[in-house]
């Protein structure tokens, strides 16, 4: 038995160490380009801290170089990056080290996603031993979890960016892991502190991880109804409570020494979440239905069609299971998946990764549901399977290739964009090699500007088209997330004829334009002219890279354009045609033909 244990441990190593190898894979998608907008600014504040050399200055926010001055995300993740950056002597003021400290981001992005999927293994295997149908098979739950979890397409994903989202996720599971372990422990007060502490690291990552005091009083509330000592149940939430605090302040010291900035930033970022600040990479959420969108995306993208139908499903066998006991460590679980996923769900921005932090649990779940199944139809006796005795081994492979096959092939699928050049560089060479130098290009903005830095070429050999916006300054690229009005029909008309090309690295715009008809008639008639070669230009490359294996391609066009934006996105190049057909007087009656637009 001791050998069989060994063995197991030694099992879960490997299916660590595997994921850590699948999530380190292709870490320079980018070529150097630092093509993730999230990660940039996060990469910016990195290199403009620096040490206060006082302690009045440390405490002055407005003076001290340790303040990120920068709360949308957590200022843990930016400290972490800049310790381990000059532990490995980067200089964080010099430019050449930029893209070298992103790439060590991406390194501690997959390790914390590798610590993930041994955390999720473990809380799987310290459940399925408190559950009498799962006692025998614990090791069988927990080792599915990280086979599961290691294969985990939007997993995988964002371990390859120095985004929160893996971090985040990480300290989540550990603190769900440390509250189930308190619930019967012998030593209740050890983890109720290393969850107040591994909590308070949470919320200095991301503060969208406060609901995890959820979770916490569940684990409390359990706590309770076995032991009924309530002097040793406040103390431990008291210290829970005093080392959430020192952990938070402690890594994010500026939340405090500088809160009217931290609140503001923080309001704003809820304030985008519910739709009520109006920022352009968000309206490609107009019209999506709540709940409905998101757990579209995390059956066909996100987990995967096999382990998403498991989870969804065993989540109904999980509240059977608590309608029978409800006293069962289980509900710790139940509950911050429910009310974070509602929470959530309920946003009008919705982007997958928003959901990240219940991904591990629902694996968890579904690798428990899984196995019960699996239990289920070994011991189901009827007259044919005694005749065929063979049939449940065949229902239960097939089960196994549909969560477990799937998973890993919809993650190596995913996984394998990382073996090509990103769509921007093919499209960046393609420029080179077939735009002439000098020629004028455009972009559209809010997106990046075509081409980037190939080998011996670089972007200075084009010149990017420049106009003069509303108030009067210089600018360059289309501004076609601009409202839909009669001067920016004739900017557009004034400005096509005198460009070579229009440069589209991604189809951000294209595709979240059109979900707004109202808004942007002007701008969705200029797509449908482009599109069909109707204003001069037509279509002389386009790139994709979709998710690919065993020359199956998975077509994720329809997915939520942050599953493809950043590192596969479409990239489409409009030249003009060599007699370009028209005046800026007939382009502008193209344009606004039937349109009542207003002049400004």
Request: charged share 15%; net charge neutral.
């Amino acid at each position: 038995m001791k050998l069989i244990a060994r063995w197991q441990f030694w099992m879960l190593m490997a299916l660590v160490l595997l994921g850590c190898g699948l999530r380190l894979y292709g870490l320079n998608w980018d070529a150097g380009n630092s093509f993730h907008p999230d990660e940039r600014q996060i990469l910016f504040h990195v290199t403009a801290l620096g040490w206060p050399t006082s302690w009045a200055e440390f405490i002055n926010p407005t003076r001290s170089p340790l303040n990120p001055q920068f709360f949308a995300y957590g200022s843990f993740p930016i400290y972490l990056l800049a310790a381990i950056g000059r532990v490995l002597g980067y200089n964080l003021h010099d430019a050449k080290d930029f893209f070298p400290l992103t790439l060590v981001g991406r390194v501690v992005s997959a390790i914390f996603d590798s610590g993930t999927i041994l955390v999720t293994a473990c809380l799987a295997g310290v459940l399925a031993r408190k559950t009498r149908q799962l006692q025998a098979q614990a090791w069988s739950v927990a080792l599915l979890a990280a086979a599961l979890l290691a294969f985990t397409p939007l997993h995988l994903q964002l371990s390859h960016f120095y985004a929160v989202d893996t971090l985040l996720a990480f300290f989540v599971v550990l603190t769900v892991f440390f509250c189930v372990l308190w619930v019967d422990s012998p030593r209740p007060f050890l983890w109720a502190l290393l969850a107040g502490m591994s909590y308070g690291l949470a919320m200095a990552t991301k503060f969208s991880a406060a609901p995890l005091v959820l979770p916490l009083l569940c684990a409390a509330w359990l706590r309770w109804q076995r032991y009924r000592r309530f002097f040793d149940l406040a103390l431990a939430l008291f210290g829970a409570a005093i080392l959430m605090f020192v952990a938070f302040v402690g890594t994010q010291p500026y939340a405090l020494l500088d809160m009217p900035a931290f609140i503001q930033q923080v309001s704003e970022q809820g304030n985008l979440a519910r739709g009520t600040l109006d920022l352009p990479y968000v309206r490609q959420f107009a019209g999506t239905l709540p709940f409905i969108y998101q757990v579209q995306n995390l059956l066909l993208w996100g987990m995967g069609i096999g382990a998403g139908t498991s989870a969804l499903i065993g989540c109904g066998w999980l509240a059977w299971l608590l309608w029978r006991n409800w006293q069962s460590s289980w509900l710790i679980l139940l509950v911050w998946v429910l009310v974070y996923s509602i929470i959530v769900s309920s946003f009008f921005v919705k982007f997958m990764r928003y959901l990240l932090p219940v991904y591990p649990f629902l694996i968890v779940i579904a690798s428990a549901f899984v196995i019960v199944l699996l239990q289920r139809i070994r011991w189901w006796n009827r007259p044919v399977l005694e005749r065929m005795p063979w049939l449940k081994s065949c229902l239960q492979v097939i089960i196994l290739l549909f969560v477990l096959g799937g998973t890993m092939f919809q993650g190596l699928a995913l996984l394998n964009v990382y073996s090509e050049p990103n769509t921007r560089i093919q499209a960046s060479e393609w420029i080179y090699q077939h735009i002439a130098p000098g020629s004028v290009l455009t972009y559209e903005q809010w997106d990046d500007a075509l081409p980037f830095p190939v080998g011996r070429h670089t972007p200075d050999e084009y010149k990017q088209a420049t106009y003069t916006d509303v108030s009067g300054q210089p600018t360059t690229g289309l501004d076609l997330y601009g409202d839909d009005t009669q001067a920016k029909a004739q900017q557009l008309a004034n400005l096509l004829p005198t460009v070579d090309a229009i440069t589209m690295p991604t189809d951000r715009l294209d595709k979240s334009i059109p979900r707004s008809p109202g808004r942007y008639p002007l701008t969705i008639r200029y797509y449908q002219l482009l599109f069909s070669g109707q204003l001069g230009f037509h279509l002389a490359a386009q790139f994709e890279n979709h998710p690919h294996l065993f020359g199956i391609t998975l077509d994720d066009s329809n997915a939520d354009e942050s599953y493809s934006v950043f590192d596969h996105p479409t990239a489409r190049i409009f030249v003009r045609d060599p007699h370009y057909p028209y005046t800026p007087q007939q382009l502008l009656a193209k344009l606004t033909s039937g349109l009542q637009l207003p002049e400004k």
